[in-house]
């Protein structure tokens, strides 16, 4: 089992940033692809960046592209998400998720094609 522990959300102003990290821990190796989505109360998880270790591709949903870039602490075993230019709009609980390398395929955009999911850290943009 993988464990994945996100942290960095917070209270920002619009046009701030904020960088969230999530380390993935106890079984780690496991894993070849990560993302983060994120989710408001009433709606579905919105695809928000993801990261295929293999090959190094990323991809970004259309509402973050240009302000959000997703990376990887090989060392650390640490995907990040920095965020910038941050507007209300951002704000709702971001998740990061894990993919198994036992199981393929992998989308990057589709929640159901991920296997471990960390608790959620709260980010908030004020206007």
């Known amino acids: 089992q993988v464990h994945l522990v996100e942290s960095g959300g917070g209270l920002v102003q619009a046009g701030g940033s904020l960088r969230l990290s999530c380390a993935a821990t106890?079984?780690?190796?496991?894993?070849?692809?990560m993302g983060w989505f994120r989710q408001t109360p009433g709606k579905e998880r919105e695809f928000v960046a993801g990261?295929?270790?293999?090959?190094?591709?990323?991809y970004y949903g259309d509402s973050v592209k240009g302000r959000f870039t997703i990376s990887r602490d090989n060392a650390q075993n640490t995907v990040y998400l920095q965020m910038n230019s941050l507007k209300p709009e951002d704000t709702a609980v971001y998740y990061c998720?894990?993919?198994?390398?036992?199981?393929?395929?992998?989308?990057?955009?589709?929640?159901?094609?991920?296997?471990?999911w960390g608790q959620g850290t709260q980010v908030t943009v004020s206007s």
């Open positions: 998720a894990g993919r198994d390398f036992r199981r393929s395929p992998w989308s990057a955009p589709d929640p159901a094609k991920y296997d471990y």
């Open positions: 106890a079984g780690r190796f496991r894993l070849f692809a």
């Open positions: 990261n295929n270790w293999n090959t190094g591709d990323t």
